[in-house]
């Protein structure tokens, strides 16, 4: 290994090393089973760090980066999607409440190229106003699209209404006003708070070799210094709820949704593994309690719950896409019965043996594949532990029966809900 | 190491093929099959007799309850699914590699031992016609239906319906009509079964002969008779959609040509310099240069199974700018007509389709989908092996000969849906 890194840990055969100079953090996991490997980098910084007037300006941002950086860039005939899409890498970034990544999962000869778009656009990104204009309204039918689903528009309320402080209160596209008008400056801004070695990690899933992709990495990225400045802690706390919430969407549309949300702790709370258990119980599979409820008796076509785990509190959520006249209340009603029902009586041994064996073989399934694998890990650095991925499936095998009902009866309570309805106006 | 060293193929009996490639991932197996019998094959009574003779295959056998079946698969956190397709029967089951026995026994008996409850009919017709009725509100479905319904007569196998008559169909369906559907179609004849992961391959098949051997033959008809795409027009049609902020744009026109065909290569990579990925023409000016659109791309459907197909350009565009988006983006199908493409992006397309095949093999599930989908359309596991070399011949030329015979920038049929002005 390069004296020029410093090991920090392993877990689950993946080792993180940190480059000396600048503090950039590296995840490996070597993988040979394809000639391909994938690189990410993610930076500590999503929508979480936005506030009124610039939400929506993380992501902005991410498509700016995509516009051109001092090596790579259209004047030079370096554009970087045309770089990459030219040698069949898989390219994208995504923004989420906490954080921003860019990846690439190339053919192992290319890794190189990856490495050094990725540490060019680190620091030495354009963003320029001329390209902000177009790309604004890109990132406007983006939203425009999102909009057009009544279910992205019921999600969107819903957070809204459960958080009224903490900037989880918006979603990650921003509000359509403030993706119209945040300035070029602002934006640059951010690039110059957030966009850093010292807020980043880098990731490499595949098939390389060891040495010398830390050889790459630090030859491309060390370049950079760590900043000169404390990136800024987000320290606003959303208020303790003190009774339910409501919300109706009313627009045109053919079928109803009812969504049961409840306030979860931040993600790598200790409760986090038996809420996932909980949600699993109630949504997860053919066999679970709401499924036979609900979709089986023709109720709703499909339901789904998601509780991701986040820096910050989050919501664990039951959606049902309703069938034609089926009454919102009363879907809304079996949903919080079941609740009701597992705080009470708890839950089955074989309930929780099941969703502990779906749990095992969704972990097993994570690992199929460089990118499911950087994928993953990139939620759990962004909550502040990418030990949370590797160590994920032991602490689920630890949850017990107990817990569930303990979790159910702190987090499924009346006065941490937000109750949402889209009701289709004909 | 070439495809074809990877992958073990097994002619077992007549009918009946499978293709195992172990890999390295550690304790997984993505297993895909198929057998004709698609929507196409019931056509001439109902197509969606088809489509929910798979849908039901879940809902219970006749020794198992659909509960029986939904405990089974949970209680091991594995998954088995059916979708049917225009000329397929499909089916995928995703487990750890322990438990690939009795995921295979169960998806045999699914298969071939339905129950075909009416009461199970009754609530999967209710589910599903929610799901038609949400997608009267889906702009880029509606947009599509109404685009491909101008390109075909309804006997046409790549035909659509509109939502109403689906509706319709649906709900017309009796547990006799599933029942005489299954008999004649899910039987040996078609089948391939591609599986990738941590498996061993001869007790794998070793298995499946075991479990499908009891199969009888199919007997569906495998000829095809339907009527010729209709006569290309340039048609515009509109489709509006209340309080839609975004509108969704199909373009194209119905292409005499289908895969087995010289020139489709040829015309693929035509299409695709025009709007295959984000660096193609499509996306570098109507997005990246104009900032009109969020998504804009062409390709190819329904050229498959020797049926002549489309090609297509769809885009989404707020509906303010919808004129402006329209123009834009036939702009560019017309310069692209009429000059053709350059030396230089058909170098840099062939890395790329050379590069993103590689990369498409990292998943087991990217790599099933490669079996199969040569397997189903009758080509040997060599055929993957010359990928490349496909492309590599590709020369300027014949592309552009291609996209001056198949394609006329004056017969574009043109549909929007949305909250149009």
Redesign the interface.
Known sequence: MSDLFQHVRSSQGIEEYQLKSNDLKVLMLQ??????ATFMVTYHVGSRNEAIGYTGSTHLLEHLMFKGSRNYNKEKGT?I??EL???????NATTWNDRTNYFE???KE?LEKAISIEADRMRFSFIKDEDR?????????????G??S?FDVLDKNVWATAYQAHPYHHSTIGWRSDIENVSTERLKEFYDVYYWPNNATATVI?DFDKDETLALIAKHFGVHKRSEHTIPKVYTEEPIQEGPRRVVVR?????GIVAVAHKTPEGLNSDTHALHILGRILC?????RL??KI????L???LFMYDFPFKDNGLFITYA????NTDHQKVEDIILNEYTSIKTEGVEQ?EL??AI??????V??S??????VASALNEAIAIGDWQFYTTYLDKIKSVTVKDIKKVAKKYLHDDASTTGWFVP?Q | MSFSEKVLVFENLDGLSTYIAPTQVDGVVTLSGSLKGGEFHAKKSNSKIASLSGSMLDKGTVKKSKHDISEALDSIGADINFIVSNHHINFTAHCLSNDLEKVILLLSEMLQEPRYDSDELTILKKRIIANLERSKEDTRKQANINFVSQLYPIAHPNARYNIDDTISMVDNISVEQLKDYHQKAYGLGTINIAAVGDVDPDSLNQLIINEFSPMAKQSISNEYNFPAPNKRVHKFIECIIKDKTSCDLFVGQSIDINDNHKDYYSLMMGIYILGGNFSARLMQTVRDEQGLTYGIGSGMAGCSYGISGHWYTWGTFSPDILDKGCDATVEQINSWFETGITEEELQAKKTTFKGAFQVSLDTTSGFVDKILTNAEKGRSIEYLDKYNERIDALDKQSINKAINQYIDPKSLTTSVAGSLK
């Open positions: 993988n040979s089973s394809t000639p391909v554009a999607w045309d899409q030219s040698i069949g890498a898989q390219i999962v190339v053919p290319h204009q177009p790309e604004m309204t890109v990132v406007r039918n983006e939203y425009e699209r909009e057009n009544p595949g627009r045109s549309g053919q079928t997860d599979g053919k066999s679970s499924h036979r979709v089986d008796q023709g709703a076509s499909s896409f309703l069938t034609p074989k043996d099941r064996a779906q749990t095992k073989a969704t097993a399934f690992r199929d594949g460089s990118y499911a106006k």
